[in-house]
């Protein structure tokens, strides 16, 4: 394959993960799930997913330990023994961002219950603007001011977007969504500061340690399922000892729990032949793709003037933050440590 076409193939992997997971989950989230015929609705419970996807993130890492290890199972407990077990106190360190994580993907689940497909995509797209902050603050690195401009842009067009439809008037234009909306703005907000907080402090500590970034998580894992099981335990322990860990499961919860898992990883895998500029044109394509996606098949998107306008400029706020000089440019990676961690 030729390096022009590794770099559309890695066009084709982001713009589908990032699109399908989003619209799959959402699907999720919003169709009844029946157990027998005639019985109540049995939604999945969010909280038990994120521990299934946190397992599925450790046994992939481990294959992939695997791989480097040559299929050679001994060799392959031996690393995981010393590089985890026998230096805990840097395997401790990863605690901070998997419970960040953790937290951010029960968030999730909860934005995507409350905002339809298309809204939860421009709206997320503030991570760029909480990762930008905390890396100048933790990392020191420096913007430019095209993206500092960009950054402004999009704080606007998210804005734009959360204007409820029905508004007619600047007394309503200024007032802060309510009922579900609101509900959903505040879990994706909340994320969004959660994701960009640790995705910074995750490559702050690669940078500053020889272990592999796979080790790193399986480390992120092992805490995540930890976590996620004693959130299970605070919030839906009554649930679950009436209906089982895995009730309201289907297909289609399975479906999501993989394009969480592995989806990530697979991006990760190609993000090196993906510039910032193919990114940002991805993650466009996305938003589009999820605004005609969520019109046209899941019927949940009722858009308005200041909805497209909010959009369109989130748009060009995320291709122009990406038009930075070479000097500011993160590297490749940069860029598979944040696939790989935020997902």
């Known amino acids: 394959?030729?390096?022009?076409?590794?770099?559309?193939?890695?066009?084709?992997?982001?713009v589908f993960q990032t699109t399908s997971l989003v619209l799959v989950m959402r699907y999720s989230r919003t169709a009844l799930v029946r157990n027998g015929a005639g019985g109540e609705p049995t939604p999945y419970l969010s909280s038990t997913a994120v521990v299934m996807v946190e397992f599925c993130k450790v046994l992939a890492?481990?294959?992939?330990?695997?791989?480097?290890?040559?299929f050679k199972t001994v060799d392959c407990v031996a690393m995981?023994?010393?590089?985890?077990?026998?230096?805990?106190?840097?395997?401790?360190?990863?605690?901070?961002?998997?419970?960040?994580?953790?937290?951010?993907?029960?968030?999730?689940?909860?934005?995507?219950?409350?905002?339809?497909?298309?809204?939860y995509q421009v709206t997320y797209q503030l991570k760029i603007l909480t990762t930008a902050g905390f890396s100048v603050v933790l990392l020191k690195k420096r913007l430019g001011s095209l993206q500092w401009i960009s950054l402004l842009f999009l704080v606007v067009g998210v804005s734009l977007v959360q204007i409820p439809n029905e508004t007619s008037n600047m007394k309503r234009f200024w007032k802060f969504p309510s009922g579900p909306q609101s509900v959903g703005f505040v879990a994706i907000l909340v994320a969004c500061f959660s994701s960009g907080f640790a995705g910074v402090y995750f490559e702050k500590i690669?940078?500053?340690?020889?272990?592999?970034?796979?080790?790193?998580n399986i480390e992120l894992g092992i805490f995540g399922m930890g976590l996620g099981l004693a959130a299970v335990i605070l919030n839906?322990?009554?649930a679950v000892r009436a209906k089982g860990f895995f009730q309201g499961y289907t297909y289609i919860t399975?479906?999501?729990?993989?394009?969480?898992?592995?989806?990530?990883?697979?991006v990760a895998v190609v993000i090196k032949y993906a510039d910032n500029i193919l990114k940002s044109f991805a993650a466009s394509l996305s938003i589009v793709l999820s605004v005609v996606f969520s019109y046209l098949i899941l019927g949940d998107l009722s858009t308005s003037?200041?909805?497209?306008?909010?959009?369109?400029?989130?748009?060009?706020?995320?291709?122009?933050?990406?038009?930075?000089?070479?000097?500011?440019?993160?590297?490749?990676h940069d860029d598979a440590v944040s696939m790989l961690s935020k997902v």
């Open 1 to 14: 394959m030729t390096t022009s076409s590794l770099k559309y193939v890695s066009l084709g992997v982001l």
């Open 61 to 70: 890492c481990c294959l992939v330990v695997l791989y480097m290890k040559g």
């Open 80 to 119: 995981l023994f010393s590089e985890i077990v026998e230096r805990p106190l840097d395997a401790i360190k990863m605690l901070v961002p998997s419970c960040l994580y953790v937290i951010q993907n029960n968030l999730l689940y909860v934005a995507l219950t409350n905002l339809d497909a298309a809204t």
């Open 206 to 216: 690669l940078k500053g340690t020889l272990q592999s970034l796979w080790i790193r």
């Open 236 to 238: 839906d322990l009554p």
């Open 254 to 266: 399975w479906l999501v729990i993989t394009l969480q898992a592995f989806g990530g990883i697979l």
């Open 305 to 332: 003037r200041y909805f497209l306008l909010g959009t369109a400029i989130v748009l060009g706020s995320t291709v122009m933050y990406a038009c930075q000089p070479p000097s500011a440019t993160t590297s490749k």
